[in-house]
């Protein structure tokens, strides 16, 4: 029988005052039962206008329809031929805005809970099947990636797939891109990603790590010394951007970069780690998105009291996920809304003691059509603080593109690509992800690392 409830089935969580001072998954996962609930209110829709939010084209319908079933591998495999992390997207995709946002069950309730079906199928899987990857025959072409994130690794996956020699480059000592350094244990368990990597690499992909496209090697070397025929670069836009107020260089002034890799990649909140960070009583992370609310998650289970975000428009305008802002006020972070910070304040020793803010209202649509903040006269406020985290974007580090003559980039530091294809104006150079568009989502930046493997397939084909 079709279940024809309103609303979803309710993911289980740990309980706010519990999962706050601990780095386990908040979201612990349906049931096979509450899977099988769940998938039967999907209608099966004609149109599937799910699967035309999605930025990799999943065949939504049908992998709820095995779900339904109880055929929980044959939707994995369904998913799997689609999308190369599935346990990755089914954790932290914008779903809202995506492929449950088409959902016709949202227009009279909420949505077909599409991502939590896609984690429930992927962790089924990876906990009942045994690894039956067969490795392509070799096509006899080789292609290097550069960068290991969601970009990179969904190039390489579906490159492997094709028969390509694929070898992904990362500067970093552990591969994941922002999938490791950026989203915290909490939301994004790192035993996950690597299973996830360990499917590339059966299937045949090489992953270099501690090797920097720039310095170690050049992307011109890569094509004219190292045998690959093609290059996609997927590097991400790692390089933080600080507000220019008074204070800004002072002790405990961190990028959320930085102080979400040292806990994330470096395990700073373990007693034993090398890179620990200052475990401050008073933390203001500054800032409206999803790296904002991980920033002050982190913090909140370093041990911190008080921790406050500040952004300077309302909770309408908010850009973080609906669900990563509401688990953070369960979490007791608290929530200065339309209040922008002037100045860091600092103790005797240099150290950030507070952030001075003035009250903010909003007035006419900007470009981005939010409505633009405006400062109100004489309202300013003073919240105490030890440590101060700025979560304000990020850009591409200019390392690659400096270094690669012939690649034309954007002034604000994105790389010039076609956006259906990933092709530069260097021959034989794709780019896609973060590195392109900027800081954006996982999902996006796989559909653009999808999008490149196809045309690199068509160009290699031709030359």
Known sequence: MPNMSLKKNEMPTQAPNVRNRNFSEV???????????EAKRCLN?????????????IDIPSFIAKVADGDFEAAYQIIAKSSSLPAVCGRVCPQENQCEGKCVRGIKGEP??????????????????ENSTVRPKSNGHKVAVI????????????LAKKGYDVTVFEALHTPGG????????????????AKEIDGLRDLGVTIATNTVIGKTLSVDELLSQEGFEAVFIGSGAGLPKFMKIPGINSKG?????EFLTRVNLMKAYLPTSDTPVQKANRVVVVGGGNVAMDA??????????????????????????????????????????????????????????????????????????????????????????????????????????????????ESWGGIVADEHTGKTSKDGVYAGGDAVTGAA?????????????????EYIKLI
């Not at 829709?45 to 084209?57: F, H, L």
């Open 27 to 37: 979201a612990l996962g349906y049931s096979e039962e509450q899977a099988i609930d």
């Open 45 to 57: 829709c004609k149109n599937k206008p799910c699967v035309g939010g999605c930025p990799v084209c």
């Open 112 to 129: 077909v809970a599409i991502g939590r079906l896609e984690r429930f199928v992927a962790d089924w899987h990876n906990s009942h099947s």
């Open 147 to 158: 960068g290991s994130g969601p970009s990179g690794l969904t190039c390489a996956g579906d």
């Open 178 to 193: 922002v999938l490791v350094y950026g989203i915290p244990e909490f939301r994004l368990p790192k035993s996950i990603v």
């Open 253 to 257: 002034v961190y990028s959320a970069n």
């Open 296 to 409: 002050a998650r982190c913090a909140k289970r370093l041990g911190a009291q008080e921790v406050y975000i500040v952004y300077r428009r309302s909770l309408d305008e908010l850009p973080a996920r609906k669900e990563e802002v509401e688990h953070a006020m369960e979490e007791g972070i608290v929530f200065k809304l339309l209040n922008n910070p002037v100045e860091i304040l600092t103790d005797d020793s240099g150290f950030a003691c507070a952030i001075k803010c003035v009250e903010m209202e909003l007035g006419e649509p900007d470009a981005s059509g939010r409505r633009r903040p405006v400062e109100k006269a004489g309202s300013e406020i003073l919240l105490e603080c030890d440590s101060v985290i700025m979560a304000i974007g990020t850009s591409p580090n200019p390392l690659i593109t400096s270094t690669t003559p012939g690649l034309v980039v």
């Open 441 to 457: 989502t996982v999902i996006l930046a796989m559909g653009a690392g999808k999008a490149a493997a196809e045309a690199i397939d």
